[in-house]
């Protein structure tokens, strides 16, 4: 099982059904040394996905006091390739270490 971290759209529902085919139940953490931006998307299939072209974004600030809520999710690794195939180009999967102590992949910046 791989650990996913989310901060947005993969913690809608409607979104995880669509990518995942199912509801995927998570619990609260966070991301520490981020901030939360604001990006246009241009996959056309995650717009239609996710109903917006505009989507969040985690850039690094090297602060650890700064930490951006969110959800933590237990993926198979197929699932994690769902995920991977839904999100746009401007970001990359990266393993970061959370709030909670658990090192867990989250999409950044590319």
Known sequence: M??????GSLRDEDVQRAVFG?????VPDAVLGYR????????KRAIAISGKAIHHILEPTGHIGDQIEGTL???SEYELGLADA????????????????IDAWVYVKA
């Open 86 to 101: 839904y999100e746009d180009a401007v970001y990359v999967r990266k393993m970061v270490p959370l709030r909670s102590g």
């Open 73 to 75: 999710f237990q993926l």
């Open 2 to 7: 791989e650990f996913l971290f989310s901060y």
């Open 22 to 26: 199912r509801r995927i139940k998570g």
């Open 36 to 43: 939360l931006s604001s990006t246009i998307i241009s996959d």
